[in-house]
Antibody
Framework: EVQLLESGGGLVQPGGSLRLSCEVSGFTFANYAMSWVRQAPGKGLEWVSTISHSGASTTYFSDSVKGRSTISRDNSKNTLFLQMGSLRAEDTAIYYC??????????????WGQGTPVTVSS | DIQMTQSPSSVSASVGDRVTITCRASQGINNYLAWVQQKPGKAPKSLIYAASSLRSGVPSKFSGSGSGTDFTLTISSLQPEDSGTYYCQQYDSYPFTFGPGTRVDIK
């Protein structure tokens, strides 16, 4: 059974940083692209970042987080990370990790985690 | 960026009704279109990819169609467990973008 479990969310002051983790199981992590998608309170879904499958580890970011975020993966620990800095109130959201589907297209998400909430407030 | 729009923004239908949701992309997306279901307080769940391919384990009452810029999600016989918000998403190019969502309620 495929499982994705996010952690690392919480209350952060504006200008602060945090690192989100997504530990996965039930599939060969290294073989699939992985992504982060967020959802602000009462709003829709917003793609944040994608990292390719192991090997190239090419990364992509939305303009809203580009330059202040890093996405990475530790294939030995089956874990995806999102490091975010210079946090703003508008970064307040539930952050979901999502697995790339078997089609090979990075934005084709076949499984989603339960999410970890991030609140940016003083 | 590719903009995604959906209509209607909300729909209220009876059990057993056929429900259709429309999604339009601001430019052609080569059928790289997914549909995602989200129930209140829950994580999103993938239903359909490549415009019309049903994800494994998803009931066949869900179907997708369309091409180019116009796509449709159909629920053939609405059940209480189908209530929630449905999003379309393009993955043809970065940034991947979602539609604003369609809320489906049971009368």
């Amino acid at each position: 059974e495929v499982q994705l479990l996010e952690s690392g969310g919480g209350l952060v002051q504006p200008g602060g940083s945090l690192r989100l983790s997504c530990e996965v199981s039930g599939f060969t992590f290294a073989n699939y692209a992985m992504s982060w998608v967020r959802q602000a309170p009462g709003k829709g879904l917003e793609w944040v970042s994608t990292i390719s499958h192991s090997g190239a580890s090419t990364t992509y970011f939305s303009d809203s987080v580009k330059g202040r975020s890093t996405i990475s993966r530790d294939n030995s620990k089956n874990t995806l990370f999102l490091q975010m800095g210079s946090l703003r109130a508008e970064d307040t959201a539930i952050y979901y990790c999502a697995k790339g589907g078997p089609s090979g297209y990075y934005g084709d998400f076949d499984y989603w985690g339960q999410g970890t909430p991030v609140t940016v407030s003083s | 960026d590719i903009q995604m729009t959906q209509s209607p923004s909300s729909v209220s239908a009876s059990v057993g009704d056929r429900v259709t949701i429309t999604c339009r992309a601001s430019q052609g997306i080569n059928n790289y279109l997914a549909w995602v279901q989200q129930k209140p307080g829950k994580a999103p769940k993938s239903l359909i990819y490549a415009a019309s391919s049903l994800r494994s384990g998803v009931p066949s009452k869900f179907s997708g169609s369309g091409s180019g810029t116009d796509f449709t999600l159909t629920i053939s016989s609405l059940q209480p467990e189908d209530s929630g918000t449905y999003y379309c998403q393009q993955y043809d190019s970065y940034p991947f973008t979602f539609g604003p969502g369609t809320r489906v309620d049971i009368k």
